[in-house]
T-cell receptor, first 113, second 112 residues
Framework: AQSVTQLDSQVPVFEEAPVELRCNYSSSVSVYLFWYVQYPNQGLQLLLKYLSGSTLVESINGFEAEFNKSQTSFHLRKPSVHISDTAEYFCAVSGTNNNDMRFGAGTRLTVKP | EAQVTQNPRYLITVTGKKLTVTCSQNMNHEYMSWYRQDPGLGLRQIYYSMNVEVTDKGDVPEGYKVSRKEKRNFPLILESPSPNQTSLYFC???????????FGSGTRLTVV
């Protein structure tokens, strides 16, 4: 079975600074990788995903994540954050049957003015 | 609007009183799943369903039941709720070949 470790439970950062949210996974089979975002009092929304092909994937709001198979990582980055990026971010992994999606414990990103 | 709808959003109940949390999706998705979210633990899968009448246990199925009689609905049943089932519950769905779930807005359950 797959598992996910998010290395930081909370990340405070100032507006317009860069940020990296770290995610490592463990699996004995090929995987798909995801980042979800949860704004207060809302459900999770898919931010971006890696299925195959280019190891660098991007979202429409400026986030990107890079799949690194040798380091079993899928870190999320943004070069310049906004107040509106304040949310909880979840990394998730599934096997290629895609039924058993497992989530990390989450990283709370707080962007301060 | 394509969405997953859960009801109720908030529920306070007493130990042992059976309850059902409903989940419905309007996207004709084959796959549906229930998760619970607890601080420091992230989301853990309770049950999932690959299609009508096909369900399977996730990581934390104890104390829960599900059914999938229709493609659009996937209710979560707690026959005898206990305080350790106090949590935030999410229903999610995805279509065949689509990678990544669409989530409902959540149900916050408190069992006293």
């Amino acid at each position: 079975a797959q598992s996910v470790t998010q290395l930081d439970s909370q990340v405070p950062v100032f507006e317009e600074a860069p940020v990296e949210l770290r995610c490592n996974y463990s699996s004995s089979v090929s995987v798909y990788l995801f980042w979800y975002v949860q704004y207060p009092n809302q459900g999770l929304q898919l931010l971006l995903k890696y299925l195959s092909g280019s190891t660098l994937v991007e979202s429409i709001n400026g986030f990107e994540a890079e799949f690194n198979k040798s380091q079993t990582s899928f870190h999320l980055r943004k070069p310049s954050v906004h107040i509106s990026d304040t949310a909880e971010y979840f990394c998730a992994v599934s096997g290629t049957n895609n039924n058993d999606m497992r989530f990390g414990a989450g990283t709370r990103l707080t962007v301060k003015p | 609007e394509a969405q997953v709808t859960q009801n109720p959003r908030y529920l306070i109940t007493v130990t042992g009183k059976k309850l059902t949390v409903t989940c419905s999706q309007n996207m004709n998705h084959e796959y549906m799943s229930w998760y619970r979210q607890d601080p420091g633990l992230g989301l853990r899968q309770i049950y999932y369903s690959m299609n009508v009448e096909v369900t399977d246990k996730g990581d934390v199925p104890e104390g829960y039941k599900v059914s999938r009689k229709e493609k659009r609905n996937f209710p979560l049943i707690l026959e005898s709720p206990s305080p350790n089932q106090t949590s935030l519950y999410f229903c999610a769905s995805r279509g065949q070949g689509l990678y990544g779930y669409t989530f409902g807005s959540g149900t916050r359950l408190t069992v006293v």
